[in-house]
């Protein structure tokens, strides 16, 4: 089944304390991205990777690192988490980085809490 | 004013109603448009899309662009329980992955049986 998985699916952790979030998709994708859903704010994009060893900056980067090193997964890293970022955190993928947005996969969610 | 504005209901209405869940937008640059639908506890999915002004229609969806108005609609006839869910618009100005998606805040939709 073709599918964009990410885990965990909920975490709770500590300020300050690394963690990482997995991405992982099985349908060949060249595009992968990470967004964060927060109340009254909507989607924000966090980062973006157009193929591997390719990232960038989406909306809201700070706090946040990502790495390419395979095309199949696209890992989020929070160096010293704080309570700012908890929220609902979704990796989504696209086949092409020219046509993104035609169809973009979304994984099924990380809610992320900080204490 | 924000890029994308999107009334967050919830909006709740009777099986088989004619529902109506709108956006509008002030940067004028966009050219892409598109509408997700959203289920409790899960990713967002990809309804519709369509470029530029017009409507485009899939079953029972109906996706309109008023360029001129800066304002998208998504019309969905016949509504049933199952399309109970959240509604976000979003849209670019290109399709490229280097441009922001902009979405809005999402529409809460409840279809009672």
């Known amino acids: 089944e073709a599918q964009v998985t990410q885990n965990p699916r909920y975490l709770i952790t500590v300020t300050g304390k690394k963690l990482t979030v997995t991405c992982s998709q099985n349908?060949?994708?060249?595009?992968m991205s990470w967004y964060r859903q927060d109340p009254g704010l909507g989607l924000r994009q966090i980062y973006y990777s157009m193929n591997v060893e390719v990232t960038d900056k989406g909306d809201v980067p700070e706090g946040y690192k990502v790495s390419r090193k395979e095309k199949r997964n696209f890992p989020l890293i929070l160096e010293s988490p704080s309570p700012n970022q908890t929220s609902l955190y979704f990796c989504?993928?696209?086949?092409?980085?020219?046509?993104?947005?035609?169809?973009?996969?979304f994984g099924p969610g990380t809610r992320l809490t900080v204490t | 004013q924000k890029e994308v504005e999107q009334d967050p209901g919830p909006l709740s209405v009777p099986e088989g109603a004619i529902v109506s869940l709108n956006c509008t937008y002030s940067?004028?640059?966009?050219?892409?448009f598109m509408w997700y639908r959203q289920y409790s506890r899960k990713g967002p999915e990809l309804l519709m899309y369509?470029?530029?002004?017009g409507n485009k229609e899939d079953g029972r969806f109906t996706a309109q662009v008023d360029k001129s108005s800066k304002y998208i609609s998504l019309f969905i006839r016949d509504s049933q329980p199952s399309d109970s869910a959240t509604y976000l618009c979003a849209m670019s100005v290109r399709m490229v992955g280097n441009t922001p998606l902009v979405f809005g805040k999402g529409t809460r939709l409840s279809v009672i049986a």
């Open positions: 369509t470029y530029s002004s």
């Open positions: 940067n004028s640059a966009f050219q892409y």
């Open positions: 989504a993928s696209s086949l092409s980085p020219s046509d993104v947005f035609y169809e973009q996969y």
């Open positions: 349908m060949n994708h060249e595009y």
